[in-house]
C-alpha cells in the first residue's frame, strides 16, 4: 500500500471509489434514486476540479491502482474547538478492513496537524462503519440532521481535540512543554 496527494490524473480513479462506496455503504440508508443517480463521470469532473483549487486529497494505492481516498481541510461551520475536518473518506469495499483507512486518516492527521488542533468528522448515523472512527479514538461530540435531495439523514461527530494520539505521540500538552 502507497499513500500520496493526489493529482488530477487520479481524478477518474477517486470518482470510481467514491461511487462504488457510496453504493455499497449507503444502501438502504439514503434514497436508491440517489445513488442509482450517482455518475462516475460527474464525479470525475468534480474531483477534478477539486484537486485543481488545490484541495487536500490524498489517495492510497495498491499494486498501482487507487483503492480509497480521503479529503479534508478547515473545519467548515466555525467549530473553535475542532479546527480541521475530514470531509470524505472512502475505499472500495473489496479493500477494507485492511488497514487503508487508518493509513489514509493518518496520512491526513500528519499533514494538518501543523496547521489546526482539533479534527472533526461527520458520519451518517446509520453508516455500519461508524465503529472505525470510536476504534481509533474519536469521541462523539453531536448530532445533526442534514437534508440530501428530500430524505432527511442524522449525523454523529467524531470529535478529536488532540490528535498527537493518532499519530503515535502519547505525550500531553504539558509534558511537551517542559522538555
Known sequence: ????RATHADAAAIAHVNVSAWNSTYRGHI????????????????????????ALVFVAEVDGQVVGYV?????????????SEVYSIYVLPEHQRRG?????????????????????VWVLASNPARQFYAAIGGQEIGTKQEQLDGAVLDEVGYGWSDVRPLLGDTSTADDSDAR
Open 71 to 83: 479529503n479534508g481541510g478547515k473545519e467548515r461551520s466555525g467549530n473553535q474547538r475542532y479546527t
Open 1 to 4: 500500500m502507497h499513500i500520496r
Open 100 to 120: 487503508i483507512g487508518q493509513a489514509l486518516f493518518r496520512a491526513f492527521v500528519q499533514h494538518m496537524h501543523d496547521h489546526h488542533a482539533g479534527l472533526l
Open 31 to 54: 434514497p436508491d434514486h440517489v445513488l442509482d443517480a450517482m455518475d462516475v463521470a460527474e464525479y470525475q469532473r468534480r474531483w477534478e476540479q477539486r484537486i485543481a483549487s488545490n
